[in-house]
């Protein structure tokens, strides 16, 4: 079956230090992709739809200079998370929708520690 | 290690019949549990979720789903479908700050 890739799994970083966090669709070209962000014990939060080749669209109070999305082809979009500080620790996920839109899947997300 | 196991891959009904999308998981603590959904070319929606307070958990759309932790579910109901309801629906167990996702179950709405 379509295989997300999103790496890394988990990085500890400093206060004022920029991450880049990958996801891959491995077997499927993804013309879409969603980033979410997860504080513990609380529900998934849609950030941003990443379309390739065009702007991500950000949800409301989401600060698209902090969370740069990139999807620059149809099997990989970035999300860097500039200027990192404590509170923008939490567990990142990334999922793609296969070409047609008929199905969603999911990466292992990313935990996030900064320091 | 936790594990989420939706049991169909497809659920058709008609419209103004029950709906029952099942969710098996295994987990090592108390997890949270959720359940989300997904329309065509969307990002997710959270209906509902569990976390250790009230195991009849009530969400919105008129969705339902009780936590049994005697038979490790935690089955998404709803009394009466609506042709809006078609759409993937996911599990997702969360346990330690690690989101583990079913694989999903697309439900069809019949007229």
């Known amino acids: 079956g379509a295989v997300v890739s999103q790496h890394p799994s988990w990085v500890i970083c400093k206060s004022g230090t920029s991450v880049k966090i990958e996801c891959r669709s491995l077997d499927f070209q993804a013309t879409t992709m969603f980033w979410y962000r997860q504080f513990p014990k609380q529900s998934l939060m849609l950030m941003a739809t990443?379309?390739?080749?065009?702007?991500?669209?950000?949800e409301q109070g989401v600060e698209k200079d902090k969370f740069l999305i990139n999807h620059a082809s149809l099997t990989l979009s970035t999300l860097t998370v500039t200027s990192a500080h404590p509170e923008d620790s939490s567990f990142y996920i990334c999922?793609?929708?296969?070409?047609?839109?008929?199905?969603?899947?999911f990466g292992s997300g990313t935990q996030l520690s900064v320091l | 290690a936790q594990s989420v196991t939706q049991l169909d891959s497809h659920v058709s009904v008609s419209e103004g019949t029950p709906v029952l999308l099942r969710c098996n998981y295994s987990s090592s603590y108390s997890p949270s549990l959720f359940w989300y959904v997904q329309h065509p070319n969307k990002g997710l929606q959270l209906l509902l979720k569990?976390?250790?307070?009230?195991?009849l958990v009530k969400g919105i759309n008129g969705f339902e789903a009780e936590f049994k932790k005697s038979e490790t579910s935690f089955h998404l109901t709803k009394p009466s479908a609506h042709m809006s309801d078609a759409a993937e629906y996911f599990c997702v167990v969360s346990e330690s700050g690690q989101l583990t996702f079913g694989s999903g179950t697309q439900l069809t709405v019949l007229p």
């Open positions: 990443s379309n390739e080749g065009s702007k991500a669209t950000y």
């Open positions: 999922s793609a929708i296969t070409g047609l839109g008929e199905k969603l899947f």
């Open positions: 569990y976390t250790s307070a009230a195991t």
